[in-house]
């Protein structure tokens, strides 16, 4: 459940969001790239202040977020990509109808892929399973287990308990 803060947030995102899009359509092409620039930076805001980041600029929150590791690349070069649309419209470049369509495109997925991620963490329950990658207490390689293999408590192997399947589940009545 959003705390009050989200809930305003979302609330300004989507009013910002439809704004966007009427300048779109409108023609306004600069003014919604701007809009989608700040729609971006709440987004990033909400992300740093979840990791309990020093926020300085949108540049380099971005670079912070996929630093630690928070974001893919992907998702670090849409950021970017969003920002530099507004950032070059302010410094002169022609607004287009081409750009603002990509920009606004592109935040939407962004909206999308973050909403999709915190909803996934959310349904796993309080206990977060992300790979504590780059910890020092276990190893730097990312690709490495989240907890060294061996350790007493320690699940065999990650995923679905041995001997589970899907069909044997689906036939079994819990009465």
Known sequence: MPTPREASIWSKIRTDLNEAQ????????????????EILKRIVRMQVDKAVLVSNNLESDIEQLFENRLISKETRDQYHAIRLYAEQTENGVQATAQAANDSFSLLKDAL??????????????????R?????????????APAFPPGLPGNPPAWGRAPGWSAAGRSRRRWR
């Open 22 to 37: 009427q300048n779109i359509l409108n023609g306004r092409y600069a003014e919604a790239m701007v809009l989608d620039r």
């Open 131 to 143: 790979n504590f990658q780059g910890s020092s207490r276990f190893s730097s390689d990312p690709d």
């Open 112 to 129: 999308e892929h973050y909403v999709d991620s915190n909803t996934q963490r959310s349904s796993r329950g309080s206990y977060e399973t």
